[in-house]
């Protein structure tokens, strides 16, 4: 005779109160104004009409499109010559040539780089040579 659902409304989803025709008619039986009199026969009058009815589920609203998930720090990680090489598009011997150039650093023995820190010197070093006059 009443239930309590959440209405997705534009300001979230909220909770409303659903009388069903008859617990209408059972709260209209409670008042004893003449309005509450005329309410109780139009209510009667709905129910012989309708007989049964039934109630359409809403659907859900579609789940918020995912985060993409923030890389860590060994996913930012390129370890030596063969793999900075890799993601750089050159040989290991050239990483070698151009260590001093290249913002590299080293753990232990091993020369090393950050994906990042190589994207961004690359695009500051793309940067001076298109703003450097031609002559």
Do not use: N
């Not at 005779?1 to 059972?26: E, H, N, W």
């Not at 209510?43 to 039934?54: A, E």
């Not at 390129?78 to 050159?90: H, K, P, R, S």
């Amino acid at each position: 005779m009443t239930a309590l659902i959440d209405l997705p409304t534009a300001g979230g989803v909220q909770k409303v109160r659903i009388f069903s025709p008859r617990g209408c008619y059972l709260i209209a039986m409670f008042a004893r104004t003449p309005k509450a009199k005329a309410f109780r026969r139009w209510v009667l009058d709905v129910l012989d009409r309708i007989g049964t009815y039934t109630v359409e589920p809403i659907p859900a609203p579609p789940p918020p499109p995912a985060i993409a998930p923030v890389p860590t720090l060994a996913d930012d990680m390129l370890e030596g010559a063969e793999g900075i090489a890799a993601f750089m598009g050159l040989s290991p011997r050239q990483i070698y040539h151009q260590q001093k150039r290249l913002p590299l650093f080293r753990v232990g023995a091993i020369i090393c780089a950050r994906k990042s820190t190589l994207l961004r010197w690359i695009a500051e070093q793309e940067s001076a040579a298109l703003s450097k006059p031609s002559g």
